[in-house]
Antibody, heavy 121, light 107 residues
Framework: QVQLVESGGGVVQPGRSLRLSCAAS????????MHWVRRAPGKGLEWVAV????????YNTESVKGRFMITRDNSKKTLYLQMDSLRTEDTAVYYC??????????????WGQGTLVTVSS | EIVMTQSPATLSVSPGERATLSCRAS??????LAWYQKKPGQAPRLLIY???TRATGIPARFSGSGSGTEFTLTISSLQSEDFAVYYC?????????FGGGTKVEIK
């Protein structure tokens, strides 16, 4: 079955960097757009970024533009989120989510368990 | 950005009763709307996509309706495992956006 396992979260100081990973299994990774979605403490879900099935196109939400970069390695079936210049408001559980197919405009049909990122001095 | 507004914020329902959750979009999203269930400590779970299509393995007591700007998720007879937070999400425009959630709690 589809499995998405995030890693790389932790406590980091404002202004520092962190890289999240999401290991995929149980499906043909290279056939699906992939997303990062986050949930800040006490708040709702917020879509962060998407990468196309072949890695050629990416889109970010405005609040992370110029700071976060989504990438993928289809040979390793792994999704990444490079987070630079972290801010306290980036504190959240970060979920890796699979899009429903090749399209980046889609719903999320499978989710990982999430990894917690805490930005604090 | 399309703003998704869910109501009510909290819904108190007795087991076996019907729950009706609303989601409104600030502009038309056609039928490009999904619903998710979120329980504490668990990953979100897809319930409905394309406004009214149940995802694989989702019980028939969950149903979605609507198009354009007004959408509804109905749980026909609440089971104990259905008490959770529910989110709607539009995928018609960038950025993809979620509603603020409706918490369904035991009355």
């Amino acid at each position: 079955q589809v499995q998405l396992v995030e890693s790389g979260g932790g406590v980091v100081q404002p202004g520092r960097s962190l890289r999240l990973s999401c290991a995929a299994s149980g499906f043909t990774f290279s056939n699906f757009a992939m997303h990062w979605v986050r949930r800040a403490p006490g708040k709702g879900l917020e879509w962060v970024a998407v990468i196309s099935y072949d890695g050629s196109k990416t889109y970010n939400t405005e609040s992370v533009k110029g700071r976060f970069m989504i990438t993928r390695d289809n040979s390793k079936k792994t999704l990444y989120l490079q987070m630079d210049s972290l801010r306290t408001e980036d504190t959240a559980v970060y979920y890796c989510a699979r899009g429903s197919g090749y399209s980046s405009f889609t719903w999320f049909d499978s989710w990982g368990q999430g990894t917690l990122v805490t930005v604090s001095s | 950005e399309i703003v998704m507004t869910q109501s009510p914020a909290t819904l108190s329902v007795s087991p076996g009763e019907r729950a009706t959750l609303s989601c409104r979009a600030s502009q038309s999203v056609s039928s490009n709307l999904a619903w998710y269930q979120k329980k504490p400590g668990q990953a979100p779970r897809l319930l409905i996509y394309a406004a009214s299509t149940r995802a694989t393995g989702i019980p028939a007591r969950f149903s979605g309706s609507g198009s354009g700007t007004e959408f509804t998720l109905t749980i026909s007879s609440l089971q104990s495992e259905d008490f959770a937070v529910y989110y709607c999400q539009q995928y018609n425009n960038w950025p993809l956006t979620f509603g603020g959630g409706t918490k369904v709690e035991i009355k």
